[in-house]
């Protein structure tokens, strides 16, 4: 790829995605998402917009991602106890090689970026 990407994360027009590996605990998020660039060759590097409603959902981070949140709240606890709470405007890096469990308090939208 030569050649530079750029969206509006906040307006973004997503499809109906829910990432590999989710097991939904409760509620139903409804999952939707937009892949501005991905290449898993030599690890993991990719970035995007993920969107979902309220509800509690757990997967393993198979790769270190590190998060701003756009809109919304969300609980995330790994399995060793390290809990935190995010809202507008904050970011978060999440360690690889964890089981994490999101509690979607409200409608919520995040970038991601995967960074091995």
């Known amino acids: 790829m030569d050649e530079i990407k750029a ?8 499809e109906t995605w829910q ?7 409760s509620g139903d998020p409804a999952g939707r998402g ?5 290449n898993f060759e030599n690890g993991a590097r990719g970035t995007g917009v993920f ?9 393993k981070l198979e ?9 919304g709240e969300v609980t995330i606890e790994l399995e060793n106890g390290s809990k ?3 809202e507008p405007g ?4 999440l360690p ?3 089981t994490s469990t999101w509690t979607f308090h409200t409608k919520f939208r995040e970038v991601w970026i995967l960074a091995d």
């Open 51 to 59: 969107e979902c409603d309220p509800s509690k959902t757990t997967y």
């Open 63 to 71: 790769y270190n991602e590190i998060i701003y949140v756009l809109e």
């Open 90 to 93: 904050m970011q978060a890096f």
């Open 7 to 14: 969206v509006e994360s906040a307006s973004v027009e997503l």
């Open 96 to 98: 690889a090689g964890h």
């Open 84 to 86: 935190v709470d995010l």
């Open 34 to 38: 937009f892949t501005l660039f991905e």
């Open 19 to 25: 990432p590999d590996g989710v097991t939904i605990l």
